[in-house]
C-alpha cells in the first residue's frame, strides 16, 4: 500500500511539472509581435509542416489572418500535413486549404533551387525537431539555410523546445558516413534547439564554401533544457506521443537492421521485435497511414514491450545488443544504412565483436567532452 501511494504521488509530481513547463513557455512562433513586424509588406515563403501552429492555429493561416503575403510553402519529410511514411517520395502541389503552392523538399529535391525562390524575399522555418542527429528536419534545415545564403534571402527561425534537450549522447559522426540522416559531426544526440543548432551551422562554416545565412532567431521565453515537454501535436507520422519520441534515439538504430520499431502498429517506436526474437511478447505489423510498408508486414514479430518503460537520459544499447545477439542467422545488419544513422561503422563493429554497453560507450566519451565545449558557443538557453 505504501508503495502504491509513492507510486502515485511520483506520477502526480511528473504530470504536474510536464503541465507547469508547458504553461510558462512561451515558443518562438507565439512571439508574433517579435516577427511579423519584421515580414510585413514582404513576399514569403514558409519552410513548416503539420507542427508549425501558434497554439491551435496554423502558422500559415495566423500569417493569412494577418494580411502577411504568404506565397509558398516548403515542406520536409512527411510532407506538408505530416501523413507521410518514412521515405516516401513526396510530390510538389498546392494545399487545399489555402491554394498556397507547396515545394517537397524531400525525394531528390532536397534544397530549394533558384527558380523555386523566385520573388520571396524572406523565408520563416518553423518545424518541430526532437533532437536526434538522424531526424532528417534538421538537414532540411541545413539546406535550406545554404539555399537561402546562395541567394541573399535573409531566414528567420521559430524557436522551438528539444524534447530530448535533457542530454546528450552517442558516437560524434564520422564525415565519411555524411548522409541525409547524418550531416555534421555531432553526437546522436545533440542537445540542441533547432534555432541553435542553425547557429551551430552558421558558425562552423558548415554551409556549402563555408557561406553564411543571414539568419534571425525568434527564441522562446521560459524554456528549460532540463525540464519536462510534451510536444502539442505528432512531429511525424511514427512518434505519436512523449513516450516515443523519447525511445526514438535508441530504437532508431534498429531501422538499420532487420528488427521492427512496431511501425504499422499503435505503438510505434514504443516496442521492438522480430519473427526469430523469442519472448511472450510480440504483435504484427500492418500497412496503414505513415506506414504502408512496414517492416515484417503481416508476420508475427517477438520482442519487448516499452511503452511503460523508464525515461531514458542516454543512448540505450541494451535493446540492440540483446536483438543482435537472439539473431541465429547473422543477417541483423542488412545493408549500410545501420552505419549511416551511427555516423561510423565502429557501432556496429562493436557489437559484432560482443563488447559491452560500457565499453562501446568509453568510445565516445572524450569525444563528447569536445562536443559539449563547441556546443556552448551556440545554446541560447
Known sequence: MRYKIKHLFLCLLIFLHCSNANESLQIGAERTNEYFPILNDKLIGVIGNQSSLIETTHLVDSMLSANLKVIKVFSPEHGFRGTADAGEHIESGIDEQTGIPIISLY??????????????????????????????????LHYVMEAAAENNI???????????????????????????VGMHPIPIVHGMTIGEYAQMINGEKWLKDSIECDLTIISMLGYNKKKLYDLPVKPSPNLPNAQAVNLYPSLC???????????????????????????????VPISGEGAKYPKHKGERCYGQDLSKFT??????????????????????FF????????????????????????NIREGWIKDLRLYKELRNKYLIY
Open 311 to 332: 525515461r531514458l537520459r542516454k543512448l540505450d544499447l541494451s535493446f540492440l545488443i540483446y536483438a543482435y545477439k537472439e539473431c541465429p542467422k547473422k543477417e541483423f
Open 335 to 358: 545493408n549500410d544504412f545501420f552505419d549511416k544513422l551511427a555516423g561510423n561503422n565502429e557501432l556496429r563493429l562493436s557489437i559484432i565483436e560482443g563488447k559491452s554497453e560500457n
Open 107 to 140: 525525394g531528390s529535391n532536397k534544397k530549394p533551387n533558384p527558380s523555386q525562390l523566385e520573388g520571396i524575399e524572406i523565408l520563416l522555418f518553423d518545424i518541430q525537431d526532437v533532437g536526434a542527429r538522424f531526424y532528417t528536419y534538421i538537414s532540411t
Open 253 to 283: 538504430l534498429f531501422e538499420g537492421t532487420n528488427v521492427s520499431v512496431g511501425r504499422g502498429t499503435d505503438l510505434p517506436f514504443q516496442h521492438f521485435g522480430a519473427p526469430y526474437l523469442e519472448s511472450n511478447y510480440s504483435f
Open 154 to 180: 535573409p531566414l528567420i527561425i521559430l524557436d522551438r523546445p528539444n524534447p530530448n534537450g535533457h542530454y546528450i549522447d552517442g558516437p560524434i559522426l564520422d564525415t565519411a558516413y555524411r548522409s541525409f
